[in-house]
């Protein structure tokens, strides 16, 4: 099942990031490795790393960061954080050419249900329907509802959740959507795919 990894690495540089890559030979699509299927290095607004990754699974991302990623940031020196890892419950590609901002919704105590029912009310989640963003991922952990978009434009983000999100956060009286964005500083396209 397909896994999508959020890391917040507080205190790791843009040249801490690039140093990394070098060291473990991710320059750019052809270099991704086996099981990745999306990279995404996202900055906030104080200069913050923030990884969001979609794997294959949970054993490809496992086996990447013992093998390659864990020893590499064992050798840099860099500080090592522990990821929030959860299920894929919703992968869509977007009608958007572009995908320049991240956009992270973390929803606490939410559920697939709450998210099935919010995406049951929205035109862009209809069956056949092409989402307007670039890259959706909806995930599921014991926490609740993670959701990370590729957006062309964080104003293209504002005008959809104005039009679809919040009215079916209201229709369905979910609360706590907080979304972040963030603007990408790199992103790396594996040649894995999510499997159903």
């Known amino acids: 099942m397909a896994v999508l990894m959020i890391l917040e690495w507080q205190g790791v540089s843009v040249d801490d990031y690039e140093r990394l890559n070098d060291r473990i030979g991710v320059h750019g699509d052809e270099d991704a490795p086996d099981g990745l299927i999306e990279h995404v290095a996202a900055l906030t607004d104080e200069n913050e790393l923030v990884i969001a990754d979609l794997w294959e699974s949970e054993q490809a991302l496992g086996a990447f960061f013992e093998t390659r990623l864990g020893p590499a940031i064992r050798e840099l020196g860099l500080p090592e954080a522990a990821p929030r890892v959860a299920s894929v419950h919703q992968h869509r590609p977007g009608r958007a050419s572009e995908g320049n901002v991240l956009i992270l919704i973390d929803a606490p105590d939410a559920t ?85």
């Open 112 to 196: 697939t249900d709450v998210y099935d029912a919010m995406a049951a009310t929205m035109p862009s989640h209809a069956p056949g329907a092409e989402h307007p963003g670039h890259l959706h991922v909806a995930a599921a952990d014991e926490h609740g509802l993670l959701v990370a978009d590729l957006w062309a434009s964080e104003d293209d983000f504002h005008r959809f959740a104005r039009e679809e999100v919040v009215p079916a956060a209201e229709r369905t009286q979910a609360a706590g959507i907080q979304p972040r964005a963030l603007r990408v500083h790199n992103r790396i396209r594996g040649r894995a795919s999510v499997t159903p």
